[in-house]
């Protein structure tokens, strides 16, 4: 009787073993980081130009064009919020932003990092009517790994979308 018993509990625990391991089970929660373009614009000595006048008040003037959507440039105050587990990406147009240091950046995104993009462009108008273009390409390969090509104004700035984009200040720091 022992022996039967023995016999029975090694059967379960070895089809439990078997259908643990089952490979058509393939459910794996994959988060994609969204795609946000971060535009560092300074002068030609390197000084930023984004002010906290800017970062106050937004700039009308600058203006951001993708997929045929105008974006102006807004103030965004970031606060930080619970996050559940799963984070989708939140659309907040384009907006100056500041880092933990007080350097006041422009931002454009976020977008679905988990979507793909072939050779989107993204234009920035400035006040004088000078433009800014952008193309970037963007392909989920694998489960962890993403292709992403990123020009500006035609020269490779590689996988990156930190752009350093040098101009001219006017006014009250709108740059040209």
Not at 129 to 139: A, C, L
Request: glycine letters at 6%.
């Amino acid at each position: 009787m022992v022996k039967r018993l023995r016999l029975i509990l090694a059967m379960v625990v070895g089809v439990m073993a078997l259908a643990a391991c089952d490979s058509s089970n393939k459910l794996i929660e994959v988060d994609f980081t969204p795609i946000v373009f971060r535009f560092d614009i300074v002068d030609s000595e390197g000084n930023n130009l984004v002010t906290k006048d800017i970062y106050d008040n937004g700039d009308e003037s600058t203006v951001l064009i993708y997929n045929d959507v105008r974006y102006t440039l807004k103030s965004y105050h970031e606060t930080f919020e619970t996050l559940s587990r799963v984070y989708m990406p939140v659309m907040r147009g384009f907006y100056v932003s500041a880092s933990i240091d007080d350097e006041y950046s422009l931002y454009f995104g976020e977008l679905d990092g988990a979507q793909n993009y072939k050779k989107k462009t993204i234009t920035l108008k400035w006040a004088d009517g000078s433009e800014d273009k952008i193309v970037f390409s963007h392909k989920v390969v694998g489960i962890t790994k993403v292709d992403r090509t990123v020009t500006v104004n035609g020269k490779s700035n590689g996988r990156s979308t930190n752009i350093t984009l040098v101009k001219k200040a006017v006014n009250n720091g709108i740059v040209e």
